[in-house]
């Protein structure tokens, strides 16, 4: 099946009608009645196959939004629209200039095939040439459309715009930086993406093993809130040059199994890596190491990496070797703010 991708017209906009929104809600991100955190409410609802706020509401945002200057794309398989995108031309924000991604649905049937973010890129494009630093999304509070948006890399806006707040309090108001690295990263049977406020529960129990309280004790969360504040210090961390830059290793079903990073330090730049009990003696650090390590030092300029770990964490010592990472000291040093014994390893990037 060939979709090809092109601009819309305002006098296509009738043709939105042709996408089936047939979908099961099974989960919603939302804040219960007297908690201060958005937690998983299950909800189980059938969306029929007409769009969610109705099919003359959507399709007269289309028109507004052509009316305004604005650019849609479309997603055919032969002559059936069956996926579209669409943003507005007013930018607006205080410190940053927003451009609203407005819509985004994909028919039944054509989802999870690429066909959504490959949308999603194409207007990023477009909001680039009108010199818009961001995209602010109003996104669905369903488990499957925060995954998809936090898999592209996605955050929770960090001007949060209250006329569009208020148009629906249980939209997710997100945003989307456009100096971002590409996400998702993917391998084989792994993907790499930004962490979010939905994995605080799957941070703490990932952090529990006993390999983690042995080598690594400061990155244990005992609880789900501890997990969370973690989780807001990483967020906060993408937007600095230099500060830890920790991303989420997820298997392809979207199951939270570890994390990847790297870190600054006097030397210079140090990789880590932490892939939960259940999941381990699969090879998935390496594989983790090897997808993430040549993007983000690329995104980051960076020529040579360090990977430090106890000697006595064989298995660690494995996915640095399997990475390519050369040991330069093995003895007495610093790790954790304790003398322990440990082996140093350094990596280059070819021809550099």
Known sequence: ???????????????????DNTIFIN???RQKEHSQNRQWIDINWQQDSNFPDGNQTHLAALKETFENGGFAVGAFDKEKLV??????????????KYALLDQLFISNGYRGRGIGKTLFFMTVETAKSWEADK?????GS??????????LGCENAKEVNQA?????ENDIQLEYDFTTMALPLKSERLRITKFYETMAESVHL?????????FVPDEVFETVDDAR????????CYSESIAPQIYAVLLYDGTHIGHVQIVPTEEGWEVGYHISKPHTKKGYATEAVKAFLPKIMNYNNITKIYGITHADNIASRKVLENCDFTLTFEGIGEYHELEQQICRYVYSTPNK
């Open 1 to 19: 099946m060939s979709i090809i991708y092109r601009s819309m017209t305002k006098t296509e906009c009738e043709r939105i009608l042709e996408i």
């Open 27 to 29: 989960r919603v991100w």
């Open 83 to 96: 996926g579209f995108c669409s943003i507005n031309r007013g930018l607006f924000g205080k410190q940053y």
């Open 135 to 139: 995209f602010y999304i109003c996104a």
């Open 142 to 151: 369903s488990e499957d459309t925060l995954a998809f948006y936090i898999s």
């Open 164 to 168: 569009l707040f208020e148009q629906d």
């Open 206 to 214: 990932n952090s529990l093993d006993e390999d983690n309280r042995r």
């Open 229 to 236: 504040e973690i989780i807001d210090t990483i967020v906060h």
